[in-house]
């Protein structure tokens, strides 16, 4: 089942977004993490993508002509910026809990394969998880 939510932009254009298509999105439509702990996930990876630190499998191509984005930073004081808060994030997640949030929320990893990565046993990583997801909202100032 595809579990479709609309979003708007800052740009005041909308998306479809499908909530399965990230490991986080799957445990948030199952209940199990809350609103809070996915809204942190989802700008750690906001932060991750902005930063572009994922590997490339294509070139990467020139930035817009019309100046595109809309956030008044060019797009390498974006990157830099956004490479700021991610290494922020991870730093206030602290050691341990930063390695299953990245696996999880920025690889898009499943978490069978995280714990496997990481060397976990089996369903260990939902509570690490969720503490790391709990610690990132803290850190954002999520209510």
């Known amino acids: ?3 479709l939510v609309e979003r708007t932009a800052g740009t005041g254009r909308s ?3 499908n909530l399965a298509e990230s490991p986080l999105g799957w445990l948030r439509a199952r209940g199990l993490v809350d609103a809070r ?14 930063a572009a ?5 294509t070139m990467r191509w020139a930035a817009r002509v019309d100046g595109g984005g809309g956030s008044g ?17 991870l730093a206030a997640a602290g050691k341990g809990l930063a390695d299953v ?3 999880v929320i920025c690889a ?12 976990w046993p089996a369903r260990a990583g ?17 209510p």
Do not use: N
């Open 101 to 103: 949030a990245w696996w």
């Open 37 to 50: 702990q996915f809204e942190a996930g989802e700008r750690l990876r906001g932060d991750y993508e902005t």
């Open 53 to 57: 630190l994922g590997p490339r499998v």
């Open 108 to 119: 898009g990893e499943g978490l069978p394969a995280a714990e496997k990565a990481l060397g």
């Open 126 to 142: 939902r509570l690490v998880l969720t503490l790391a997801l709990d610690r990132l909202a803290d850190h954002y100032r999520l």
């Open 73 to 89: 930073l060019d797009p390498t004081t974006a990157q830099i910026a956004a490479k700021r808060r991610f290494d922020a994030a």
């Open 1 to 3: 089942m595809r579990e």
């Open 15 to 17: 998306v479809t977004v």
